[in-house]
């Protein structure tokens, strides 16, 4: 069993940086394949940005690439999700999610564990 816990949200104006931290117990974050999806208001959860088990490999949604970054902190058991250059398109519920498989997937269904979401709100 993973648990996952985020933080970092909250409201900020349109172009300003936010860091977003998810915080692994039960297994290393090295251990598991990690990504972080969204859900906008009235919209479907889609994919943001995956970051593969040993932190080398990254993809990114083409909505925030160049934008956004991923990464992992073994020492402190922690994901990040470093957001550049917001948008209000950029609004939404954040959710870090974790697998212990090898592959590189940006399906949901792929995902077995899910942390409770941290709300992210940009003004324009």
């Known amino acids: 069993q993973v648990q996952l816990v985020e933080s970092g949200g909250g409201l900020v104006q349109a172009g300003d940086s936010l860091r977003l931290s998810c915080a692994a117990s039960?297994?290393?974050?090295?251990?598991?394949?990690m990504a972080w999806f969204r859900q906008a208001p009235g919209k479907e959860r889609e994919y943001v940005a995956l970051?593969?088990?040993?932190?080398?490999?990254?993809l990114y949604a083409d909505s925030v690439k160049g934008r956004f970054t991923i990464f992992k902190d073994n020492s402190r058991n922690m994901m990040y999700l470093k957001m550049n250059s917001l948008k209000p398109e950029d609004t939404a519920v954040y959710y870090c999610?974790?697998?212990?498989?090898?592959?590189?997937?940006?399906?949901?269904?792929?995902?077995?564990?899910w942390g409770q979401g941290t709300q992210v709100t940009v003004s324009s």
């Open positions: 999610a974790a697998h212990t498989q090898i592959r590189l997937t940006t399906q949901q269904t792929d995902y077995d564990y």
């Open positions: 039960g297994r290393t974050v090295g251990s598991c394949t």
């Open positions: 970051i593969s088990r040993n932190g080398v490999i990254t």
